[in-house]
């Protein structure tokens, strides 16, 4: 028995569309409502339940009679404001017979990203589960747009997971488990437990379903898996008719075990949930002060900025001899301030253009390492 899994009081499950629904579209009842007892059985135990479900666009196929997913972005829209409803009818109808009531949460990037819009979110999921309602959340397809998309619900998943501070993310595919290979192939093996990116060298992970129907595939699983973790909370990835064993505690499908310690909400959000706006190239003195010394970022230390930006903004804090981003941050200027301020003393800028230039470009607090 997995007692990681056993002794979690509040569980996020994520399930796929390939799991919902057929591969011409439309709505698998029976795939669903057995999802649906599995989880409605957890609840009776006195668990918290939030659950991730793809399947809009997809259940929105048939009705539409579209023979496939569409590729354009305003035929998915139209697919997912059709679908949306339809699942969350199933839903509704599903759970009252456990007794519950479902609620719908649809989120975009930005509901994760901006800091006011995470803390709004995370006190309406907090308040759903204290009146105990189920939060069922999806991707707002319908008004999302390329530029504020997730693309796939686990990393969506994940970031719930951590907004909800869950003791479990439960990632539901049509695959019971993470290979070493391609599953259909015999001499792939199954992997039980991922004790840390070592675990995963050597291992051809397929980027696409195969249904046909979904967005993901098993590289945005185990970066999903990733990101959860790393927060402290373990992931259980396997198949969706498998879900009511693994959530018994059976040792089916991939165990990733979560970091020792959680980092602080507010530096993981910063990691993982945001999407930079800019970048800023420093010098060697500023790359060993932020990343070795953990001081916060001046002008002095900044040699190009790419990008545009406003004071608040994430941006990338990036090693200008090797390219590569050593951090991220919050920061406190528009990118069309900051050119004329490189290389310069914060002393010298308050004498020159008064004490507001004395401020830090990125302060230490709003500062993670990636």
Do not use: C
Request: hydrophobic share 45%; glycine share 12%; no cysteine.
């Amino acid at each position: 028995m997995r007692e990681v899994v056993t002794g979690a009081r509040r569980i996020v499950v994520k399930v796929g569309s390939s799991s919902l629904t057929t591969a011409a579209g439309g709505i698998d009842e029976q795939r669903l409502d057995t999802l649906v007892d599995t989880l409605g059985g957890l609840t009776g135990e006195g668990r918290e339940v939030v659950l991730v479900s793809s399947g809009a666009i997809a259940a929105g196929l048939a009705p539409l009679h579209l023979p496939r997913r569409p590729r354009d972005l305003a035929t998915q829209q139209a697919a997912a404001a059709v679908g949306q409803g339809l699942l969350m009818a199933r839903y509704t109808a599903g759970f009252a017979r456990h007794g519950l009531t479902v609620a719908q949460v649809l989120l975009t990037v930005d509901d994760v990203t901006r800091r006011s819009h995470y803390r709004n979110a995370y006190r309406t999921l907090r308040k759903l589960l204290d009146l105990g309602a189920l939060p069922i959340v999806n991707e707002n397809d319908t008004v999302a747009t390329e530029e504020i998309r997730f693309g796939d619900n686990d990393r969506l998943a994940a970031l719930v997971a951590a907004l909800v501070d869950a003791d479990l993310l439960v990632l539901l595919s049509d695959v019971d488990a993470l290979y070493t290979g391609n599953p259909a192939d015999p001499s792939a093996r199954m992997i039980p437990l991922v004790r840390g990116d070592s675990d995963l060298e050597g291992i051809a992970i397929g980027s696409a379903g195969r249904s046909g129907v979904g967005t993901g595939g098993m590289v945005t699983k185990v970066e999903a898996a990733r990101i959860a973790t790393g927060f402290g909370i373990p992931v259980v990835l396997t198949a969706a008719p498998l879900a009511g064993r693994v959530l018994a505690g059976d040792e089916v499908g991939t165990l990733f075990e979560a970091a020792a310690s959680r980092p602080a909400a507010r530096l993981f959000w910063l990691a993982h949930a945001t999407a930079p706006r800019g970048r800023l190239h420093l010098d060697a003195g500023a790359v060993t002060a932020v990343v070795a010394r953990r001081k916060s970022l001046l002008p002095a230390g900044i040699t190009a900025v790419d990008g545009s930006f406003a004071a608040g903004d994430p941006v990338d804090l990036v090693d200008a001899g090797s390219g590569t981003p050593v951090a991220r941050g919050l920061v406190n200027y528009d990118a069309v301030e900051l050119p004329a301020l490189l290389g310069r003393s914060t002393p010298e800028l308050a004498a020159a253009l008064g004490p507001g230039y004395e401020r830090e470009v990125v302060h230490r607090d709003d500062l993670v390492l990636l």
